[in-house]
């Protein structure tokens, strides 16, 4: 089992374009959750979804979008990049109200 | 409105000696406390947690405590080694079925040789 993969690793984007944030779980997780941290703050919920056609938004939803057509992949879109996306997003996943597994983690910096 | 909160941004401790790393929160409709892990560049890893029911949960050299009236957890670690130097996180769980953590924002504990 290779858990939550998350790619790419880091990126650098320029001020207005987009891009997507893999993540793919091999454990058949029902729930998955993005979440971003910034430097020196806890992690917050961007999207989460609780099966594959459902998702909604979480505590910072904005700038963002998702979908998830199959158990497995949960994308993060960013459209427009700015400056105040530059984090590290990580990608959760979970049995229902069982532990969350996180992935590495993807850092953004948007120059 | 930070609904948990870690006053504590850092934490140095001897090795062999005990790590009590705090939380307080402020909302009362929380079913679950967690506590994560994390290491650099690396994802935050599950370490113990507790229900909304009990009062303390132990696994091997770690022990939640958690004080209802207070609102008030805390993770100890005895004795503590080196290898536990790293930024631990306190989380809550909603009661929703959408299984949401609301994470506090840190302590970063280094533990001395």
């Known amino acids: 089992n290779a858990g939550v993969t998350q790619t790419p690793k880091f990126r650098i984007l320029k001020i207005g374009q987009s891009m997507t944030l893999q993540c793919t779980q091999d454990?058949?997780?029902?729930?998955m959750y993005w979440y971003r941290q910034d430097p020196g703050m806890g992690l917050k919920l961007i999207y989460y979804?609780?099966?594959?056609?459902?998702?909604d938004k979480g505590e910072v939803p904005n700038g963002y979008n998702v979908s998830r057509s199959t158990t497995e992949d949960f994308p993060l879109r960013l459209e427009l990049a700015a400056p105040s996306q530059t984090s590290v997003y990580f990608c959760?996943?979970?049995?229902?109200?069982?532990?969350?597994?996180f992935g590495p983690g993807t850092r953004l910096l948007v120059l | 409105d930070q609904q948990v909160k870690q006053n504590s941004p850092s934490l140095s401790v001897q090795e062999g000696r005990i790590s009590i790393l705090n939380c307080d929160y402020t909302?009362?409709?929380?079913?679950?406390f967690l506590w994560y892990k994390k290491y650099p560049a690396e994802g935050p890893t599950f370490l113990i947690s507790?229900?909304?029911?009990?009062d303390k949960n132990e696994d091997g050299r770690f022990t939640v405590f958690l004080n209802k009236s207070a609102k008030h957890l805390s993770l100890h670690i005895v004795p503590s080694q080196p290898g536990d130097s790293a930024v631990y996180f306190c989380?809550?769980?909603?009661?929703?079925?959408?299984?949401?953590?609301?994470f506090g924002s840190g302590t970063r504990l280094l533990v001395r040789p």
């Open positions: 507790i229900s909304s029911i009990k």
């Open positions: 979804s609780v099966g594959a056609g459902i998702t």
């Open positions: 909302n009362s409709m929380f079913d679950y």
């Open positions: 959760a996943s979970s049995y229902g109200g069982e532990t969350q597994y």
């Open positions: 454990m058949n997780h029902n729930y």
């Open positions: 989380a809550a769980r909603g009661m929703d079925s959408s299984y949401k953590l609301i």
